[in-house]
């Protein structure tokens, strides 16, 4: 029961070099996130994907981009990382629910991410 | 705009001790969601509880209650009895109206139980 998994689980960069971070869920979810976790902020819509074939900006999209592969899977790419970016990255997926769902998003186990 | 606020940075109880950690959202629409995540040392994100803004029933699951009150825009967590196992960061979250892919996450409390 993989759930979502995501790769690298560490990466360390230096300042303008590119890297895609990997997102896969195995649930059959339709709605795929990414987020980002800065200590005292709590975690930040980065973009998010309703469906396959559509991607949104969240709260703070600036320096990413998205790629929706296929329904399993939802990459992240930094194309020039800056130290402002030294984050942890969380993947997460859930299903198109209505009120009565229960269980939103499933997470997974988060990249820590440090450029320097 | 939704906004999250958590004002308890961080908590420290000795283990069986009752302890609540408080939520406070802002939005403008009437119809929303909240949610609580427990993020325990090892990283992962685990949802908790989900509540719509047409419910405000308070809930319990064995220890863990939440109580939710629209007058004062509150969706506050306790823990009874509080055990080693619950020190974690707990997170309340906020979903959009009407677009309830997008979540606004508290900057989180962490909540320390000590022996």
């Known amino acids: 029961n993989a759930g979502v998994t995501q790769t690298p689980k560490f990466q360390v960069l230096k300042t303008g070099q590119s890297m895609t971070l990997q997102c896969a869920q195995d649930?059959?979810?339709?709605?795929m996130y990414w987020y980002r976790q800065d200590p005292g902020m709590g975690l930040r819509l980065i973009y998010y994907?309703?469906?396959?074939?559509?991607?949104d900006k969240g709260e703070v999209p600036n320096g990413y981009n998205v790629s929706r592969l296929n329904k399993r899977e939802f990459s992240l790419r930094l194309e020039s990382a800056a130290p402002s970016q030294t984050s942890v990255y969380f993947c997460?997926?859930?299903?198109?629910?209505?009120?009565?769902?229960?269980?939103?998003?499933?997470f997974g186990d988060g990249t820590r991410l440090s450029i320097l | 705009a939704q906004k999250v606020t958590q004002a308890q940075t961080e908590i420290s109880v000795v283990e069986k001790e009752d302890v609540t950690l408080d939520c406070v959202y802002e939005?403008?629409?009437?119809?929303?969601?909240l949610f609580w995540y427990k993020q325990p040392p090892s990283g992962e994100l685990v949802f908790l509880i989900r509540?719509?803004?047409?419910?405000?029933q308070n809930e319990i699951s064995g220890r863990y209650s939440w109580n939710f009150q629209k007058s004062t825009s509150s969706f506050n967590f306790t823990i009874t009895a509080s055990q080693v196992v619950d020190s974690a960061v707990y997170f309340c979250?906020?979903?959009?109206?009407?677009?309830?892919?997008?979540?606004?996450f508290g900057s989180g409390t962490k909540l320390n139980v000590k022996p």
């Open positions: 939005t403008r629409d009437t119809t929303y969601y």
């Open positions: 979250a906020l979903s959009e109206p009407y677009n309830f892919n997008k979540f606004y």
């Open positions: 997460a997926s859930s299903e198109v629910w209505d009120r009565d769902s229960n269980q939103p998003q499933h």
């Open positions: 649930m059959n979810h339709n709605s």
């Open positions: 509540r719509n803004s047409f419910d405000e």
């Open positions: 994907s309703a469906s396959e074939g559509t991607t």
